[in-house]
């Protein structure tokens, strides 16, 4: 079974600095895409950014890119020059060979003005 | 108008209720899911549906009864809940194809329905 782990239950961070959340993750699929998700205090959980397993370059989307590290199993989220608006739970998720989207337990990000 | 629509956005039940949690996409997705968020545990993925079928059951207890007419909707049926059933509901959607969901495909979610039960 597929296995999402985010080691920072919390991370703080100055506006306008950038900021890392981790993830790992476990499989034995071949073929499989890792997506991350924001979640603002409202409960909408808002698509940031994907990256597939076969894709060469890492993700990057706007102030969001993700550091894949395939040998490594890690797939972190880095945001640049945070913003206020920034702060919000953050879920790693995965897809492989079945149809669930396997969710990680999430990290609290507070931007601090 | 968003594209995942959840209605109520808030429910507050007895336990001997019986209520439906909604939810409605636009996106033209043929994938449904249904998730449950508790306080301080991971997303649990409760239910998915592809082209109206039901694909997943992820050992949810029978006072939760999804349906799913059309692909355009989701409804999850609620029956004497317990009080540990209180959580945030969400609904999701994605493009599927007849033989399944691929793995390069993002979830698209509702704000959700955040059921209180008394």
């Known amino acids: 079974a597929q296995k999402i782990t985010q080691t920072q239950p919390g991370m703080f961070v100055q506006e306008k600095e950038a900021v890392t959340l981790d993830c790992t993750y476990d499989t034995s699929d071949p073929s499989y895409g890792l997506f991350w998700y924001k979640q603002p205090s409202s409960g909408e959980m808002i698509f940031l950014i994907y990256q597939g397993s076969y894709d060469q370059q890492n993700a990057t989307e706007g102030r969001y890119s993700l550091n894949f590290q395939k040998a490594r199993k890690s797939a972190n ?6 913003q206020l608006g920034d702060s919000a739970m953050y879920f790693c998720t995965f897809r492989g060979g079945s149809e669930k989207l396997v969710f990680g337990k999430g ?3 507070t931007v601090n003005p | 108008e968003t594209g995942v629509t959840q209605t109520p956005r808030h429910l507050v ?3 001997t209720n019986k209520k439906s949690l909604k939810c409605e996409q636009h996106l033209g ?3 449904m899911y249904w998730y449950k968020q508790s306080a301080k545990k ?10 109206k079928e039901q694909t997943e059951n992820n050992s949810v207890p029978s006072r939760f009864s999804p349906e799913c007419p059309n692909s355009s909707h989701l409804f999850l049926h609620l029956h004497t809940l317990q009080p540990e059933d ?3 509901y969400l609904c999701a959607s994605s493009q599927g ?3 399944g969901i691929s793995a390069n495909t993002e979830a698209f979610f509702g704000q ?6 008394v």
């Open chain 2, 86 to 88: 209180s959580a945030l």
């Open chain 1, 77 to 82: 989220l880095v945001i640049s020059a945070s």
């Open chain 1, 107 to 109: 990290t609290k990000l």
């Open chain 2, 97 to 99: 194809v007849r033989t």
């Open chain 2, 13 to 15: 039940m007895g336990m």
């Open chain 2, 112 to 117: 959700g329905t955040r059921l209180t039960v």
């Open chain 2, 42 to 51: 991971p997303l649990e993925l409760m239910f998915v549906y592809n082209f």
């Open chain 2, 29 to 31: 997705h043929n994938a």
